[in-house]
Nanobody, 124 residues
Framework: VQLVESGGGSVQPGGSLRLSCVASGLPFSGVTMDWYRQSPGKECEFVATITGNSASTVYAGSVKGRFTITRANGKNTVYLQMNNLKIEDTAVYYC??????????????????RGRGTQVTGSS
């Protein structure tokens, strides 16, 4: 399984970014996909999840109403649209397989191996 995140950057509070994650090596339309994030000195934090058929999504309370998770199964890609960004959204963002566990690439959702994750920085 390979997951490649992209789309991060530096943005002023109130701005927007769209993150992408391209997956390979798994039956993409049959797996739930998650986004996680980790700030320096903090634990890995769940952000959002989406089922394989996009019928169900769940968000962390801290991002609900501002972030939207979607997916394009024909492109093996999951997205995270982030609007009204706040300074506290600053983190490295990771995508991960939610279910089934056989395809997971990390223990806690944040795979910090080289080349993984995309940095989002809120700066005024």
């Amino acid at each position: 399984v390979q997951l490649v995140e992209s789309g991060g950057g530096s943005v002023q509070p109130g701005g927007s970014l769209r993150l992408s994650c391209v997956a390979s090596g798994l039956p993409f339309s049959g797996v739930t996909m998650d986004w996680y994030r980790q700030s320096p000195g903090k634990e890995c934090e769940f952000v959002a999840t989406i089922t394989g058929n996009s019928a169900s999504t769940v968000y962390a309370g801290s991002v609900k109403g501002r972030f939207t998770i979607t997916r394009a199964n024909g492109k093996n890609t999951v997205y995270l649209q982030m609007n009204n960004l706040k300074i506290e959204d600053t983190a490295v963002y990771y995508c991960e397989v939610g279910y089934p566990a056989d395809y997971k690439t990390s223990l806690n959702g944040c795979n910090s191996n080289r080349g993984r994750g995309t940095q989002v920085t809120g700066s005024s």
